[in-house]
């Protein structure tokens, strides 16, 4: 079955710094593939997504690009701030398959430090 | 823009009790979907519901069940509560076949 792998955390960084966390997925079919970040308390919020191969979603200063050769989506940002602190989610769905909900990583807990 | 709207957004329920969520999704969205999060866990997908029929099932124990009614909000049972069932339950819908969904902000179940 379909299946997401993420980079354990918690992440821990100074504001400004580099920030990657690494996504790679397994799927039977063609999947469209998302961040979502959960800021504490919070709800799930859509950050970027992508839909096809060598697509790059951004938003916000993420990006992420999906490669098909490497079945990956790291996020990355290049600098980061404190207000960027919460769960980052990378998940995929299959849109051409007959189950379209959206499988989930584990999260990765990142924190920013002034 | 209107939201996934869920109710209550919080929810505190005694052991062997039943509990109600409702989800209200956003207009001419055809699918809703319900996930489980527990402490410091990943989404579970336990059910979804393709123009009001349920559409796939996930990992939904059978003292849950869920419906979506004619106005397409959709309600999720859980019944005989455990305390292993304390967790945030999200409502998401989406209109374009998996390539999109929305997310409600959740209700935090607190089972004691």
């Known amino acids: 079955g379909d299946s997401v792998t993420q980079m354990e955390g918690p992440v821990t960084l100074s504001e400004e710094a580099f920030l990657t966390i690494n996504c790679t997925y397994t799927?039977?079919?063609?999947?469209?593939l998302f961040w979502y970040v959960q800021y504490p308390g919070e709800g799930l919020q859509l950050l970027l997504k992508?839909?096809?191969?060598?697509d790059k979603g951004s938003n916000k200063g993420f990006e992420a690009t999906y490669r098909k050769e490497t079945t990956s989506f790291h996020l990355e940002k290049g600098s980061v701030q404190v207000s960027d602190s919460a769960v980052y989610f990378c998940?995929?769905?299959?849109?051409?398959?007959?189950?379209?909900?959206?499988?989930f990583g584990s999260g990765t807990q990142l924190t920013v430090l002034p | 823009a209107a939201g996934v709207i869920q109710s209550p957004r919080h929810l505190i329920k005694e052991k062997r009790e039943t509990a109600t969520l409702k989800c209200y999704p956003i207009?001419?969205?055809?699918?809703v979907y319900w996930y489980q999060q527990g402490p410091g866990q990943d989404p579970q997908f336990l059910i979804s519901?393709?123009?009001?029929?349920?559409?796939d099932k996930g990992s939904i124990p059978d003292r849950f069940s869920a419906q979506q009614f004619s106005d397409y909000h959709s309600e999720l049972n859980m019944s005989s509560l455990e305390l292993g069932d304390s967790a945030l339950y999200f409502c998401?819908?989406?209109?374009?076949?998996?390539?999109?969904?929305?997310f409600g902000s959740g209700t935090r179940l607190t089972v004691v």
């Open positions: 207009p001419r969205h055809d699918t």
């Open positions: 998940a995929l769905s299959d849109p051409g398959g007959s189950a379209r909900q959206l499988t």
């Open positions: 519901f393709y123009e009001k029929m349920q559409s």
């Open positions: 992508a839909t096809k191969a060598d």
């Open positions: 998401a819908s989406s209109s374009d076949r998996g390539r999109g969904y929305t």
């Open positions: 799927a039977t079919g063609y999947p469209s």
